[in-house]
């Protein structure tokens, strides 16, 4: 009996959050802002691909982010250095983001001054994948360092998403991996993946279309 309610409770927390989500997400539509959480494993290499997005697109559109880690410090130092607003959101020992603090941080934001808003999420894969937080996209990077059969073992993660990056995939012959598994594991649950690597730039722009036709509303 016990353990049912706690289900339970936990069904009931999480549906509370997604109510929070869709008003933070009135919020930034509000704004007129385009919200993009990147979820993914520490190391899976999220700051570096919202890094050479926010190169690419700077010129064009105004950017924000907001930076969740345990110690979210060294992420949002790397962002700051690209001259754009940053949200620090240290989590402690919080696995994920949650929406009170993303609603918090849409605050800090002046309104009219940004188009895109990144979110880059807590690193690790699975609990963050449970809690909405109001945002347009979900984008899970994953690595191949983390193995080929990461993205087959977690299905109901990658059904969140609506796009899965394959990342670091340079590095895919010395780990003896297939990328191209790893992506066909990722569209048998998510609607678009590809194969990234910041230090080729390969699937990059592949990325930097997703976000904008995303504000342009043509996805
Ligand atoms: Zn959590």
Redesign the pocket.
């Known amino acids: 009996m016990v353990r049912n309610r706690n289900i339970w409770v936990e069904e009931d927390i999480i549906k509370l959050e997604m109510e929070a989500g869709l008003e933070n997400k009135k919020l930034l539509d509000h704004m007129g802002i385009k919200a993009f959480n990147v979820l993914g494993a520490v190391g899976s290499g999220k700051t570096s691909l919202i890094e050479a997005a926010i190169e690419k697109l700077k010129r064009d559109y105004q950017i924000a982010v907001i930076a969740g880690d345990l110690v979210a410090d060294y992420a949002s130092e790397r962002f700051k250095s690209h001259g754009i607003p940053v949200v620090t959101l240290n989590t402690g020992k ?3 983001l949650n929406t009170n603090q993303i609603t918090g941080a849409i605050e800090k934001l002046k309104p009219g001054t940004v188009d895109i808003l990144f979110i880059e999420n807590v690193g690790n894969l699975i ?1 963050p994948a449970e809690f909405y937080l109001g945002e347009h996209k979900r984008a899970i990077v994953v690595s191949v360092t983390e193995g080929e059969d990461t993205v087959a073992k977690r299905p109901v993660v990658f059904k969140t998403s609506d796009l899965v990056m394959v990342n670091k995939a340079d590095l895919a012959q010395v780990m003896d991996v297939d990328p191209d598994k790893m992506v066909n594991d990722a569209l048998v649950n998510s609607p678009l993946a590809f194969k990234t690597s910041v230090r080729t730039g390969l699937g990059i722009g592949q990325w930097i279309d997703f976000i904008t036709n995303t504000y342009k509303g043509k996805t």
């Open positions: 919080e696995c994920h609990c």
